[in-house]
């Protein structure tokens, strides 16, 4: 029989994984093992929001599940064809000048500008809880799916509290994560998800992932709100 700890452990690593992919989503150009990531998840993630009435949550995952049955269609040099084209729509909107404004100080900030509080505040917390700075990008500490990944990188630290029954340590870890909620990702995510769907190219993949992150953060407030460690 599966013990409270365990389920709580466990659910701590399923955050981890979600929040894992999220953030690879948008920093790194799609691939072949980032479609196999997609395809691992996505019909978890479809059970998993079985019942929610989050449209957001429904209609990302709804398109996410249509992506995948739409490049399953193609034969393997169709497939290679679509995978460039989902390659090159990337490109557009996350990756030129005019492209998706992908940090938080953008949006936050009266003067739209980069490197502004936001990106102080991030990085005070990446250095107090130990993320150091990926050497496989150069994006700023704002970025998306930086703060994704400090999402991830706290939930993956729940679980190892948890699983040596350090309870404070877990309740802190907890908070951390309910309070970045609300004091980063809830400032601007949804600012950001509206500009990707402006461009047609974000609608066959990155626009749904948006649209998913946006219903996820939601029902992971909820649930670090309501958790009792």
């Given amino acids: ?112 500008l980069t490197m502004q509080d936001a990106r102080d505040e991030v990085l005070a917390l990446y250095a107090e809880y130990g993320m150091k700075k990926s050497n496989t990008h150069n994006e700023q500490e704002d970025f998306i799916s930086v703060e994704l990944y400090f999402m991830s990188y706290l939930a993956n630290l729940t679980a190892l509290a948890i699983a040596e029954n350090d309870i404070n340590r877990a309740e802190e870890l907890v908070r951390v994560q309910r309070d970045f909620i609300t004091d980063h990702l809830d400032r601007w995510a949804e600012q950001f998800t509206a500009r990707l769907g402006a461009y047609k190219e974000a609608g066959r993949l990155h626009y749904p992932v948006a649209r998913f992150m946006l219903g996820f953060l939601r029902s992971d407030k909820a649930f670090l709100l309501s958790e009792k460690v």
């Fill in 1 to 112: 029989m599966v013990s409270d700890k365990e389920l709580l452990q466990s659910s701590h690593s399923g955050r981890e994984v979600v929040y894992n992919l999220l953030q690879r989503t948008f920093i790194n150009s799609p691939d072949e093992e980032y479609y196999t990531m997609l395809e691992a998840l996505v019909p978890d993630l479809m059970q998993m929001a079985e019942g929610a009435d989050d449209k957001d949550m429904i209609r990302g995952l709804a398109g996410m599940n249509a992506f995948l049955q739409e490049r399953a269609l193609h034969d393997d040099s169709a497939r290679a064809e679509y995978d460039l084209d989902t390659l090159r729509f990337y490109t557009r909107i996350l990756c030129l000048t005019d492209s998706v404004p992908t940090v938080e100080s953008y949006y936050t900030s009266p003067e739209k």
